[in-house]
């Protein structure tokens, strides 16, 4: 059964920090394109970040450049997204895809895993 499970969201204060978890089954991750999508209460969902078949990251919003980064472990068959100095607008549901190559548009990807919530509020 083809799996992608996110973990590690919560309740941060603004200027915290958190790490996301993808973790896929039944198929291996380093052959796909991993995107990181957020979608906040009212939005449509939007890409942030992604990682390359060969590393590459690529980002979809300006404001997360030099706070967000995206790696892979793929022993774990397990991608992350770092986040730091969180801001209240980062809240949002934090979903995870995998696809043949990276984009921003979320039509475009295989796999999607549950999404996890991330609330930055003090």
């Known amino acids: 059964q083809v799996q992608l499970v996110e973990s590690g969201g919560g309740l941060v204060q603004p200027g915290g920090s958190l790490r996301l978890s993808c973790a896929a089954s039944?198929?291996?991750?380093?052959?796909?394109?991993i995107g990181w999508f957020r979608q906040a209460p009212g939005k449509e969902r939007e890409g942030v970040l992604c990682?390359?078949?060969?590393?590459?990251?690529?980002y979809y919003v300006d404001s997360v450049k030099g706070r967000f980064t995206i790696s892979r472990v793929n022993a774990k068959n397990t991608v992350y997204l770092q986040m730091n100095s969180l801001k209240p607008e980062d809240t949002a549901v934090y979903y995870c895809?995998?696809?043949?190559?990276?984009?921003?548009?979320?039509?475009?990807?295989?796999?999607w895993g549950q999404g996890t919530q991330v609330t930055v509020s003090s």
């Open positions: 895809a995998a696809g043949r190559l990276c984009t921003g548009s979320w039509r475009f990807y295989d796999y």
């Open positions: 039944g198929f291996t991750l380093d052959y796909y394109a």
């Open positions: 990682i390359s078949r060969s590393n590459v990251n690529t």
